[in-house]
């Protein structure tokens, strides 16, 4: 949607507020107070490595580490076929 509004370059945005913002406080804070008040009382080590073995935590971390690096054409190819098929699979 926010491409159908704000075009391509409104995607930029969206995807640094989603990333850095909605992500990121989702997999530390979200962990952390879902942790604090489960049954159970986990250690603080316990938390920290919920965090950090959360999948959406370490997609973040690869991407800012690979943010840099050039993709092949090719690859940015089969990445948007992926990408393209995921709103029609979240529908099933």
């Known amino acids: 949607m926010i ?3 704000y075009g391509a370059s409104g ?8 990333q850095l913002g909605t992500n990121l406080v989702l997999s530390t804070l979200g962990i952390a107070i879902a942790a604090l008040y489960s049954t159970g009382k986990p250690s603080a080590r316990e938390v920290f490595i919920r965090i ?3 999948p959406p935590f370490i997609a973040l971390l690869v991407e ?6 050039e993709v092949p054409a ?14 029609p699979l979240a529908l099933v």
């Open 3 to 5: 491409e159908a509004y």
């Open 11 to 18: 995607m930029t945005v969206k995807l640094l507020m989603d």
């Open 52 to 54: 950090c073995t959360f």
């Open 64 to 69: 800012l580490v690979l943010s840099p690096i």
């Open 74 to 87: 090719w690859l940015t190819e089969v990445l948007h076929r992926l990408r393209d098929t995921l709103a």
